[in-house]
């Protein structure tokens, strides 16, 4: 497909993705969010909405968090923008040149993605962090209709254990899965049945970040080790 066409059909997913209001629980915590603002983002609207993946259309790598974070996403509209969690990420994909800046702070910040594709499995920020089995499942319609928009992928990297249970999750319920024990580690690398690979890696969060189970190096040469298997 050009990438005319592909930009094109994930922009009409996007739109879709952006007015759901499947989950009523979502939809009432997404609102309580933007009314019950943190001090520091007082004067900023939300965004409040739906969350969608963004990137380079044609890429090979996909990357994908389980929700975007409440003063996160769900502030600036972008996953991965404007919080801790994307700092670090951040950081450590222009480390690897997989972005154009070390930073993702607001929705038209400049960011260029390289051969990769950021999404996360559940479009809305979940009470707790934690979805139902049933949001999940709705969620996964977009999903579905994303990963088969972006043919170009070969690997997709789960960011933190949740993202990597709901990404087995949705490949258990679209194709014939042999039983095969998929534990979630740093690194691990698994064979999906449409020929792509899941690998498992630490969620870029603070509390990783400063218990030390998660620091640059070990990031970015998570993300070397996936740019070599791509060549």
């Given at each position: 497909?050009?990438?005319?066409?592909?930009?094109?059909?994930?922009?009409?997913?996007?739109?879709?993705?952006?007015?759901c209001t499947k989950c009523d629980?979502?939809?009432?915590?997404?609102?309580?969010?933007?009314?019950?603002?943190?001090?520091?983002?007082?004067?900023?609207?939300?965004?409040?909405?739906?969350?969608?993946?963004?990137?380079?259309?044609?890429?090979?790598?996909?990357?994908?968090?389980?929700?975007?974070?409440?003063?996160?996403?769900?502030?600036?509209?972008?996953?991965?923008?404007?919080?801790?969690?994307?700092?670090?990420?951040?950081?450590?994909?222009?480390?690897?040149?997989l972005s154009n800046q070390p930073?993702?702070?607001?929705?038209?910040?400049?960011?260029?993605?390289?051969?990769?594709?950021?999404?996360?499995?559940?479009?809305?920020?979940?009470?707790?962090?934690?979805?139902?089995?049933?949001?999940?499942?709705?969620?996964?319609?977009?999903?579905?209709?994303?990963?088969?928009?972006?043919?170009?992928?070969?690997?997709?990297?789960?960011?933190?254990?949740?993202?990597?249970?709901?990404?087995?999750?949705?490949?258990?319920?679209?194709?014939?899965?042999?039983?095969?024990?998929?534990?979630?580690?740093?690194?691990?690398?698994?064979?999906?049945?449409?020929?792509?690979?899941?690998?498992?890696?630490?969620?870029?969060?603070?509390?990783?970040?400063?218990?030390?189970?998660?620091?640059?190096?070990?990031?970015?040469?998570?993300?070397?080790?996936?740019?070599?298997?791509?060549?």
């Open positions: 497909r050009s990438s005319d066409l592909m930009n094109n059909s994930l922009n009409i997913l996007n739109r879709k993705i952006i007015k629980r979502l939809v009432k915590f997404r609102k309580k969010i933007a009314k019950e603002k943190r001090k520091r983002f007082i004067h900023e609207t939300y965004w409040a909405k739906p969350i969608t993946g963004y990137g380079d259309s044609k890429a090979q790598l996909l990357l994908v968090g389980l929700a975007p974070a409440a003063h996160g996403g769900t502030r600036t509209g972008r996953v991965f923008t404007g919080d801790k969690s994307a700092e670090f990420l951040f950081r450590c994909l222009f480390k690897s040149k930073t993702s702070e607001y929705k038209n910040d400049g960011l260029i993605l390289y051969n990769t594709y950021i999404t996360p499995a559940l479009k809305c920020a979940p009470p707790q962090d934690k979805p139902t089995t049933q949001e999940l499942k709705n969620c996964f319609n977009f999903f579905r209709e994303e990963i088969s928009l972006l043919d170009n992928i070969k690997i997709i990297v789960a960011l933190g254990k949740i993202a990597f249970d709901a990404c087995l999750k949705f490949y258990k319920e679209n194709y014939s899965f042999k039983n095969k024990y998929y534990v979630f580690g740093h690194g691990a690398q698994y064979n999906l049945p449409d020929k792509k690979i899941l690998v498992g890696c630490y969620h870029p969060s603070p509390r990783n970040v400063n218990t030390k189970r998660l620091n640059v190096k070990k990031m970015v040469h998570l993300f070397e080790k996936v740019k070599e298997l791509l060549n």
